[in-house]
């Protein structure tokens, strides 16, 4: 996007030309010919459109999977990508625009590639036999030696669901996502609190909302379904809350920018205010959260076991202010919620217990307006306006997804979910909603057949237990940080100091780690060490020019897959429908195929045990009867699960593109439904937290993942996501233009600095002494003391991508990321600080 | 009929879904050879992205043909390549009478008009793939896939489609006003 001061002045009519350009526009009043009201081209969908056939399907730019119709020209070529109308998470965004360019890309990996040189990305084309054959042997020696835990697998979104299915076709527990660099501190946050998942497990009711808040979540860079509902929703008033001005900002939108790594700090204010102010929902608190708990003074819930001999420790005890006494809270009348006094204990010893909304409040006490102003840069008088207006607006709090930012996200997701709790605004309509399930089958699951363990695949293969290698010990991340979901920083540990044992194979499918990731030096150092390194993708990455074999995967737009609808409140499965077949030249394989081939060289009686037949080498075969058999599985789950017709169910995928199972229903959780948190109620206290040894009230600590800028030449170094980035939409052609690889300063430190909008910098990371080139964007969008870049955008250093190339200009925000991960919880950090030279 | 745009600023999220589907939907040669828009240094499509900073927040403009009712492209091509279609209100380019003289160009305010680097012949929107859309009664490209809801297409002199609709309720400014093209292009600030 380009900045023109001078040509914006001249159209727009910003300040100076205001009086001149406004106009209020009356109703035109002539009367002319009616023109036939305008069609959605959805209409005409069913006939070719202007030589185009269209194709239903959902999009797989990123990870959020909207529904889209990609257009199809007659010689075979993508054309362009229109959103699906009435599909629950209608496309599209700018990624999902560059599709057509993503097919026949000359970047595209085309061949199964061979490393004769690892690092320098000295490759050597090879048949798939040869590939496959090579690696199965190194395989083999490496499980030999170190045994199947030894192999760990990474990935992102493609293909993800199929993992748990590699995990056992490979016999070990390391398949170990990117979500530490994503949603990871966010989904612990959310468990701990409600009892929740990722981060469409709950959601803001974003059709419905009148007042919403985004603190660091963008909504308008992924899952373009949750933006439509919120940007067609008229009646919507949207904050957000963020060092830089995310793409949204542009709009109608209140932009409070704030000092990175104090989220925390803003939100507890605003607890602070509600609680003082009275501003909660009281009646909420009594009955569905743990507000009214008695906390006693070693941190732990005062519960029946503690009072009385042979007490059930599973009675949290309240104070009931019917009839002043102690009792469990299912039974207490009226729950006191800011009850403070002294118990006597079964052993006779006496204790003073405080509520838990007494303790989050003297909690919330540290953090006033005012010193919470001193502390995020944001006005007191803001904060008491946000917190006021989440109140009288019933309002809501995004509850996030891409998190992995300071370090202390964790205590970030944790605030923002209480001040929901304490409006009482959860699972209503406007107000923080569970998402109904689809009920999807799981790929694979343990079950107990005839007395015996087996591993049964959801088209009804199954492993015996003799054949699970390593499956069942512990990963090498849950051994260093117990509640995470995936850390892969754990991964480089194992790999360079072979603690809690060596990793020697690392399969790379469908992800960039060195793009994901934080602590790039670390990252390489690692590849170096390992045995085999395979990386199966569409596009070069710059992990690939470490690999031994590079193997081209297939793209979205000629793989068919049914799977949940993400990002919807309701239940709805969408299905992806082939559009096109590979270009010609391009020799790439399904991911799944690839794995199962591997695996029947290397280890046939696992892949045989998973239903994997010898035909399916054929991978003609593979795709008619394999994956068929696999869809039909799906399907029959489903319409198994719902109590529909199958073949109803396959003819609305296939015709539609998706099928919506279930509305969402509101006042479910936690009224008629208990929470999946250790009490059953949204804990403001965290029962989770203080068994996993965490603060179960969050706090805010400054971040110690970045040493804090101090000199008038260091910066914080903050990123996002943009509409247009995703690690391979970042490659395609459009994003030469319209992609944003510079780094943005605010107009006072560039002037005080003496540099200039479009200058060249050097940036050096502080903390990793990393040090790369830059161009400055001088711009408002981003908050005076604070720099920011896109991730994933730029700064790629494949060997594969040609020198000129221009994804290979600007920075990697990762290269001066320190790597820290949070103790217990396991979630990166991948902001920093850096220090700018002018040059 | 006169046909015209209306872009909802208050909307708009920058996605670039717009931009990036018109370029491929109408240009599908230039992008197969990769070749840009060499007048503003861009992706060869009808929409360019401009935005402005004057201390407060950022602003952003997206700019395309505006349809001007006075068109001073149409009054500078020498063969009436560029008219206005009576039946739309459109300003459309008929490339069999135009010499590639770039008088066009020159003469828009909003530089909105390139040259294709293939045909050296002038550009704008609608695109031609728009432009069937359009005449089949379809919303082009642009209004489709938006996925904010800030685009809308229709009738001026029908007071029942969705551009009057939008016009009656909100504050609407046109680029260039005081100009006199008299521009079919409304932005909604308010
Ligand atoms: S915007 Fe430019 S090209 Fe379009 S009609 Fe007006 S003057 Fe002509
Ligand atoms: S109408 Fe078509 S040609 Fe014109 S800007 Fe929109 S997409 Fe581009
Ligand atoms: S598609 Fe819509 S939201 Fe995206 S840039 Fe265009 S007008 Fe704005």
């Known amino acids: 996007m380009k900045t023109r001061r001078r040509d914006f002045i001249k159209l727009s009519a910003a300040s100076t030309l205001a009086a001149l350009t406004m106009l209020s526009v009356q109703p035109h009043s002539v009367v002319g010919r009616m023109l036939a009201k305008q069609l959605l081209l959805e209409e005409t969908s069913k006939k070719p459109l202007e030589g185009l056939r269209f194709v239903k399907t959902f999009c797989g730019m990123c990870g959020a999977l909207c529904g889209i119709r990609v257009g199809v020209d007659s010689s075979g070529r993508p054309r362009v990508v229109l959103p699906l109308n009435g599909h629950p998470q209608r496309g599209l965004c700018g990624r999902s625009a560059t599709a057509p360019w993503l097919w026949d890309h000359p970047l595209r990996l085309k061949k199964p590639m061979v490393n004769e040189m690892r690092g320098e990305a000295r490759f050597k084309e090879v048949d798939w036999d040869t590939a496959l054959n090579g690696i199965a042997s190194k395989l083999k020696e490496i499980v030999s030696k170190y045994g199947y835990k030894a192999i760990a697998i990474t990935h992102h979104d493609a293909w993800s669901y199929y993992m748990p299915l590699f995990s056992y076709l490979f016999g070990t527990p390391n398949v170990i996502s990117h979500v530490s660099m994503c949603h990871a501190n966010g989904t612990v946050a959310r468990g701990h609190i409600l009892g929740a998942g990722g981060p469409p497990a709950v959601d803001p009711d974003y059709e419905n909302a009148s007042f919403l808040v985004l603190i660091g979540r963008t909504l308008s860079t992924a899952s373009m379904g949750a933006l439509h509902r919120a940007r067609t929703n008229k009646g919507l008033q949207i904050v957000v809350v963020d060092p830089r001005m995310p793409e949204i900002g542009f709009g109608d939108v209140k932009w409070i920018p704030i000092i990175p790594g104090t989220d925390a700090a803003f939100a507890l204010s605003i607890i602070y205010v509600l609680l003082e102010e009275e501003l909660y929902n009281a009646d909420f608190l009594k009955k569905y959260s743990n507000a009214p708990f008695l906390i006693k003074p070693d941190g732990k819930p005062l519960t029946e076991a503690d009072v009385v001999e042979g007490g059930d420790p599973k009675k949290y005890l309240v104070f009931d202010a019917k009839d002043g006494k102690l009792k469990d809270h299912k039974v207490a009348l009226d729950p006191d919620l800011w009850y403070v006094g002294e118990v006597t204990l079964k052993d006779g010893s006496k204790v003073t217990v405080k509520t838990a909304l007494t303790l989050l409040k003297e909690r919330a006490s540290n953090y006033k307006p005012e010193v919470a102003e001193s502390i995020t840069g944001v006005k007191a008088s803001e904060i008491r306006w946000v917190a006021r207006k989440l109140a009288l607006s019933n309002g809501v709090v995004d509850d996030t997804w891409y998190i992995a930012r300071n370090w202390n996200d964790y205590d970030d997701v944790r605030s923002f979910l209480i001040i929901n709790v304490l409006l009482g605004n959860i699972d209503k309509p406007g107000g923080l909603c569970f998402q109904e399930s689809s009920k999807f089958p799981s790929v694979i699951s343990v079950k107990t057949i005839e007395g015996k363990k087996v591993a049964e695949t959801v088209y009804g293969a199954r492993m015996p237990e003799e054949l699970f290698g390593d499956v069942t010990k512990t990963r090498v991340d849950r051994a260093k940080y117990p509640l995470t979901l995936s850390t892969f920083d754990a991964v480089l540990d194992a790999i360079l100091e072979e603690k809690p044992y060596p990793i020697k194979a690392l399969f790379i499918i469908g992800t960039n780690p060195i793009g994901r990731d934080m602590n790039t030096r670390k990252i390489i150092e690692a590849y170096k060490k390992l045995d085999l390194l395979v990386v199966i993708d569409i596009m070069p990455t710059d992990d690939a020019d470490y690999a031994d074999y590079v193997l081209p995967d297939t793209i979205f737009l000629e793989r068919e897959e049914i799977t949940s609808t993400k990002w919807t409140l309701h239940a709805s499965v969408q299905k992806q429908s082939k559009v096109v077949d590979p270009p010609k030249g391009v020799d790439a394989r399904d991911a799944l195929w690839i794995m199962f081939e591997i695996a029947r060289r290397a280890f046939p009686e696992r892949a045989k045990a998973l239903g994997w037949d010898d035909k399916y080498a054929d991978y003609e075969v593979y795709k008619d009867e394999f994956l068929h058999k696999l869809d039909e599985a799906i399907l029959s789950s489903l319409a198994k699960a719902w109590n529909i017709d199958k073949e109803k169910l396959k003819t609305a995928l296939e015709e539609e593109g998706y099928y919506v199972l279930s509305k969402k229903k509101y006042y479910v959780r936690p009224y008629k439904t208990a929470l999946a948190t250790p009490s059953g109620k949204a804990e403001i206290y965290s029962l989770a937290a203080l068994a996993a040894g965490l603060d179960p009230l969050p706090d805010y600590k400054p971040p110690p993942a970045y040493t804090p800028p101090k000199a008038p030449d260091e910066f914080y170094l903050v990123n996002g996501k943009s509409p247009l980035t995703s690690f391979q939409a970042s490659l395609m052609e459009p994003l030469r233009f319209v992609g944003d690889r510079s780094v943005w300063m605010n107009p006072k430190d560039a002037e005080r600095l003496g540099i200039r909008d479009g200058d060249m910098v050097e940036l050096e990371g502080i903390d990793t002494g990393w040090k790369a080139r830059v161009r400055i964007r001088v711009t408002e969008r981003v908050r005076e003391g604070v720099l920011f870049a896109y991730a994933t955008v730029c700064g790629r250093m494949s060997k594969l991508i040609p020198k000129d190339y221009f994804a290979r200009e600007g920075v990697n925000p990762n290269w001066f990321a320190k790597g820290y991960v949070i103790p217990i919880v396991g979630g990166g950090a991948s902001n920093s600080s850096v220090r700018v030279r002018k040059l | ?190």
């Open chain 2, 1 to 190: 009929m006169r046909l015209a745009y209306v872009w909802d600023s208050r909307k708009c999220i920058a996605c670039m879904a717009c931009v990036v589907a018109c370029a491929s939907a109408n240009y599908p040669e230039l992008m197969r050879e990769a070749k840009p828009n060499p007048q503003w240094n861009w992706l060869a499509g009808n929409i360019r992205v401009i935005v402005g900073e004057n201390g407060g927040k950022p602003e952003l403009r997206l700019i395309s043909c505006q349809h001007c009712e006075n068109a001073p492209c149409v009054s500078a091509c020498p063969t009436r390549a560029s008219y206005i279609d009576r039946r739309t209100g459109l300003v459309r380019i008929d490339h069999s009478k135009c010499i590639g003289c770039k008088a066009c160009l020159v003469a828009c305010p909003y530089g909105a008009r390139w040259l294709n680097p293939a045909t050296m012949l002038p550009e704008k929107c609608p695109g031609p793939f728009c432009s069937k859309l359009i005449e089949n009664g379809l919303n082009p490209v642009c209004v489709e896939v938006c996925p904010a809801g800030a685009r809308y297409f229709g009738d001026l002199d029908d007071p029942e489609s969705p551009v009057n609709e939008e016009l009656r309720k909100h504050r609407v400014e046109r680029m260039l006003e005081h100009l006199g093209t008299n521009p079919k292009w409304f932005v909604i600030t308010g």
